[in-house]
T-cell receptor
Framework: AQSVAQPEDQVNVAEGNPLTVKCTYS??????LFWYVQYPNRGLQFLLK??????LVKGSYGFEAEFNKSQTSFHLKKPSALVSDSALYFC?????????????FGSGTRLQVQP | EPEVTQTPSHQVTQMGQEVILRCVPI?????FYWYRQILGQKVEFLVS????????KSEIFDDQFSVERPDGSNFTLKIRSTKLEDSAMYFC????????????????FGEGSRLTVL
């Protein structure tokens, strides 16, 4: 079964500082990995994905994520946080080995960027 | 940019009533999904739909739930007899373009329908 863990319920960071939101996954085969962002009372918005190739993937709004197969991690990063980055972030996985198309989401991490 | 649209944005219903939530997926997508989110917490998979039939469903998706694609554009989620614990935000999503050789699987979500069961 595929699963995703986001160990931090909330991450606090000062504006201008780098941020990291952690994600680890468990799948039976090769994973497709995704990050989504949710602003208050809105739907989930796709940020970036890892499919294959370069372990560092870049996405929207200056975010990037690093795929680490040995640690089964896919942490979301940004070099310099903005107050407007404050939102709920979800990591998600699709297990190609299981032949599923539905994504399994983590529990979410609330990012709070202080001015 | 094409998007997934959902109606209603908010529905209040009495326990035991039937509710239908409607979605219009992105027009050239092949897979459709319903997820739910309780109180801004975890996003839980309910069901996926492909080629006019359910392709996957979770344990949450019991006999009280059903999905339908009644015409070429709408995708509906029906809850037959709502319970208090069905109160949640329900998200529709779609994926995989019909004319693309390789699809990488990201889902495109609507803005959600908030269901409140009293």
């Amino acid at each position: 079964a595929q699963s995703v863990a986001q160990p931090e319920d909330q991450v606090n960071v000062a504006e201008g500082n780098p941020l990291t939101v952690k994600c680890t996954y468990s799948v039976s085969g090769n994973p497709y990995l995704f990050w989504y962002v949710q602003y208050p009372n809105r739907g989930l918005q796709f940020l970036l994905k890892y499919i294959t190739g370069d372990n560092l993937v870049k996405g929207s709004y200056g975010f990037e994520a690093e795929f680490n197969k040995s640690q089964t991690s896919f942490h979301l990063k940004k070099p310099s946080a903005l107050v407007s980055d404050s939102a709920l972030y979800f990591c998600a996985v699709r297990d190609l080995g299981a032949g599923r198309r539905a994504l399994t989401f983590g529990s979410g991490t609330r990012l709070q960027v202080q001015p | 940019e094409p998007e997934v649209t959902q109606t209603p944005s908010h529905q209040v219903t009495q326990m035991g009533q039937e509710v239908i939530l409607r979605c219009v997926p992105i027009s050239n997508h092949l897979y459709f999904y319903w997820y739910r989110q309780i109180l801004g917490q975890k996003v839980e998979f309910l069901v996926s739909f492909y080629n006019n039939e359910i392709s996957e469903k979770s344990e949450i998706f019991d006999d009280q739930f059903s999905v339908e694609r009644p015409d070429g554009s709408n995708f509906t989620l029906k809850i037959r007899s709502t319970k208090l614990e069905d109160s949640a935000m329900y998200f529709c999503a779609s994926s995989e373009k019909r004319d693309r050789v390789v699809n990488t699987g990201e889902l495109f979500f609507g803005e959600g329908s908030r269901l409140t069961v009293l």
